[in-house]
Every structure is written in C-alpha cells, then in structure tokens.
C-alpha cells in the first residue's frame, strides 16, 4: 500500500491550495479516505474525511466552509481543496486509509505528508 501526496507549498493568507493523494496497493473505492495535519508542537487532527462512494463528507470545525474534500475512483486519488486559507492552517498535511484488508490483518496506512505554509 502506498499514498503519496503532492500540492503543498507556501501561499499568502486568503489564498488557495489543491493537495492530492494517489493511492496504489488496495481497492481504492472500497475504503474511506481522510486527510489529517499536524502543525508544530500540536497533535495530528482530522481535516476532512470521505466515504467510499464519495456520499458523505465531514470536515473539522475549523474547516467547514473552506475546505472541499473529493475523491475520484478512476485515477485513485482522493484531493484537498482549500480556498481562504489563514495563518493557523499551517502544518504538515497527511493522508490516511483505515482498516486496509489484507488475508491476516486490517492495517492503517499513512502517506509522507506535504507542507503547506501560509505566510505572507
């Protein structure tokens, strides 16, 4: 299993970020996605998360409004839209697939993480 994600960089406050997830090595539309981050001396958090048929979206609090997560089955690769985007959501972005089958064990699985700054 392998996530690698790609889109990070540094924009200025109010600004825009696509972030990008392709997945190989499981049955990609059989599992929910999720993208998480963590800033500097803070706890990894959930961002947004999707289901497997892309019918249910949640995202944290402090995204809502401002993030769209949206996955497409076909190139297996789940995204991070972000628009307006503020000081406080710098952090090292992650991807996630939970409970990864395989014939003995369900294994959670992360990707490298791509570094989004905002900074003017």
């Known amino acids: 299993v392998q996530l690698v994600e790609s889109g990070g960089g540094l924009v200025q406050p109010g600004g825009s970020l696509r972030l990008s997830c392709v997945a190989s090595g499981f049955t990609f539309s059989s599992y929910d996605m999720r993208w998480y981050r963590q800033a500097p001396g803070k706890e990894r958090e959930l961002v947004a998360a999707i289901s497997s048929a892309g019918g249910r979206r949640n995202y944290a609090n402090s995204v809502k409004g401002r993030f769209t997560i949206s996955g497409d089955n076909g190139k297996n690769t789940v995204y991070l839209q972000m628009n307006s985007l503020k000081r406080e959501d710098t952090a090292v972005y992650y991807c996630?697939?939970?409970?990864?089958?395989?014939?003995?064990?369900?294994?959670?699985?992360w990707g490298q993480g791509t570094q989004v700054t905002v900074s003017s």
């Open positions: 996630n697939v939970r409970g990864v089958m395989t014939t003995s064990s369900a294994n959670d699985y």
